[in-house]
């Protein structure tokens, strides 16, 4: 199951943010998608979900464009992670956990004990199994975001696009989250996320895409694509690439003031 953009144009009320994007999502990848604020990250994620259409370009699953199938059928193969969620009414964290099963379900039938128990051992998973009963709208932010993540396995779909995830998780849940996001990679799930912290893939074996000016300028391992030129280039900052034992980069490191641009 591939889902793939390819050469995605739009604008906002003809200002244009994609110009030509292209990029592809398969199971077993995980995918960070980089690029500086307002480069159009959300807006492509949207598009290959079919959320958004786009003006020119053809989002596919598995050669079929997605405009052609069935948006129930889409949520059992696909799965949203949003940036910002505002519940309208202070479900409990398990009801919006719960929610993920819906496309399963459907809207009419109450969730069965499965559903019940499916939930429960992903909240517990995610380390959230002590909020389940709590309003979703009185937990923290980094909270509702282990919820929503709980909300999309919940789904089952094996494609999950996830818009900054990490944002807003204190550093142990960020390194925890990660570590999950592998490991579902590893199970054969396709994880499509962006994040603004170029560091966070040096750490796993990650494919990196940069979106510049309304393209994926580059697209490939972390470690070729994650270069101090590249990061340059993406966020106007000079950097250096610190390096492991074994000569593999690990973190960039801003160099002094007087050596920026
Ligand atoms: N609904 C909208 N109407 C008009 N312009 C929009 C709308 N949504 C986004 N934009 C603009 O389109 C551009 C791309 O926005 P988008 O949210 O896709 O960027 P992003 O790369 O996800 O940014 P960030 O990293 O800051 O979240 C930005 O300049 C933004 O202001």
Redesign the pocket.
């Known amino acids: 199951m591939i889902l793939a953009a390819r050469d995605i144009r739009f604008a ?2 003809g ?1 244009p ?1 994609l110009a030509g994007a292209s990029l592809a999502l398969a199971p077993g990848e995980l995918v960070c998608l980089l ?12 598009i290959m979900l079919g959320l958004q259409r786009p003006a020119q370009g053809v989002v596919t699953l598995d050669g079929q464009p997605l405009a052609a199938r069935d948006r129930r059928q889409l949520a059992q193969l696909i799965a949203y992670v949003p ?1 910002v969620h505002v519940a309208p009414f202070p479900y409990t964290v398990q009801q919006v956990a719960l929610m993920g099963r819906l496309p399963a379900t459907g809207i009419l039938k109450a969730p069965g004990a499965g559903d019940l128990a499916c939930v429960r051992r992903l909240l517990e998973h995610m380390g959230i199994a002590h909020l389940a009963g709590r309003a979703y709208t009185e937990v923290s932010g980094g909270e509702r975001q282990l919820a929503l993540i709980v909300r999309a396995l919940a789904q089952e779909a094996r494609l999950l696009v996830m ?2 995830p990490l944002a807003g998780l204190d550093y142990g849940n960020q390194v925890r989250l990660l570590d999950r996001l592998e490991g579902l990679a590893a199970e054969g799930y396709g994880v499509l996320m ?1 994040t ?1 912290d170029p560091n966070q893939p040096l750490s796993g074996c990650q494919r990196v895409a940069l ?1 510049s000016e309304g393209r994926i300028a580059a697209d490939g391992p972390a470690g070729e694509v994650l270069t101090p030129d590249a990061i340059h280039h993406l966020y106007g900052v000079r950097v250096a690439l610190m390096r492991g034992a074994d000569g593999r980069g690990i973190a960039f490191r801003p160099l002094a003031r007087e050596c920026r641009p």
């Not at 690029?35 to 949207?46: D, E």
């Open positions: 906002y009320r200002r943010v690029g500086c604020n307002g480069a159009g990250k959300s807006t492509l994620l949207r940036q818009d900054e962006t603004h979106l």
